[in-house]
């Protein structure tokens, strides 16, 4: 069962902007590394954005980098701000946490929400 609650996926335009939020029941984010995830159509799920508990260690997937920002809102929440978006960032985004080190493999991974579709029309 889900604990996550992801929101904000859209349609948009090829180069705008969208802030994708994660909130979750209290504590869920506490000492847990956060990751933000997406799955096209016909794809492996796989690893987009993350950071460990404390900020200290913050992680992108290439394709994202320098476009997209993680960050933790508040005790509860998580947002990813995406922006340039292409038409491949198209996907159901989810997030997630690890009890431990930031990990970018989805397997390593439990309790998946269900996601918010984010399409980039061309």
């Known amino acids: 069962q889900g604990q996550f609650v992801e929101s904000g996926g859209a349609l948009v335009q090829s180069g705008g902007s969208l802030r994708l939020s994660c909130t979750t029941s209290?504590?869920?984010?506490?000492?847990?590394?956060l990751g933000w995830f997406r799955q096209a159509p016909g794809k492996e799920r796989e690893f987009v954005a993350g950071?460990?508990?404390?900020?200290?260690?913050i992680d992108y997937a290439d394709s994202v980098k320098g476009r997209f920002d993680i960050s933790r809102d508040d005790a509860n929440s998580v947002s990813l701000q995406m922006n340039s978006l292409k038409p491949e960032d198209t996907a159901v985004y989810y997030c997630?946490?690890?009890?431990?080190?930031?990990?970018?493999?989805?397997?390593?991974?439990?309790?998946w929400g269900q996601g918010t579709q984010v399409t980039v029309s061309s």
């Open positions: 997630n946490v690890h009890l431990g080190d930031l990990l970018r493999d989805p397997a390593e991974y439990d309790y």
């Open positions: 209290a504590n869920v984010f506490e000492e847990r590394a």
């Open positions: 950071r460990d508990w404390n900020g200290e260690t």
